[in-house]
């Protein structure tokens, strides 16, 4: 199975960036469509990029297009998701997830996830 791994998560100001990344361990990485979710406490999960297995095509949540980037390095097994002028209530906790079919923004269609990086906006 394949094992996902985040790390670039931590305290930022309002306005400020980061880049989170996601190592896959999974030899075949190619073959996922990776994608990148949320979580706030109390509130649901909820989709914000994904990238085909290619790298060819993306798409956003329109409530971060213009600002965020998701990218991958299939050579190295990791996608990437740059963050630019954050806001507070983008606190959440940031997941990497892998799909063996979809360029998907539902959770079910996800087959695999990491453990999350917890991303702190401050005012």
């Known amino acids: 199975q394949v094992q996902l791994v985040e790390s670039g998560g931590g305290l930022v100001q309002t306005g400020g960036s980061l880049r989170l990344s996601c190592a896959a361990s999974?030899?075949?990485?190619?073959?996922?469509?990776m994608g990148w979710f949320r979580q706030a406490p109390g509130k649901e999960r909820e989709f914000v990029a994904v990238i085909s297995r290619s790298g060819g095509s993306t798409n956003y949540a329109d409530s971060v297009k213009g600002r965020f980037t998701i990218s991958r390095d299939n050579a190295k097994n990791t996608v990437y998701l740059q963050m630019n002028s954050l806001k507070p209530d983008e606190t959440a906790v940031y997941y990497c997830a892998a799909s063996t079919y979809y360029s998907s923004t539902y959770v079910r269609q996800y087959n695999y996830w990491g453990q999350g990086t917890q991303v702190t906006v401050s005012s």
């Open positions: 999974e030899r075949t990485f190619s073959l996922y469509a």
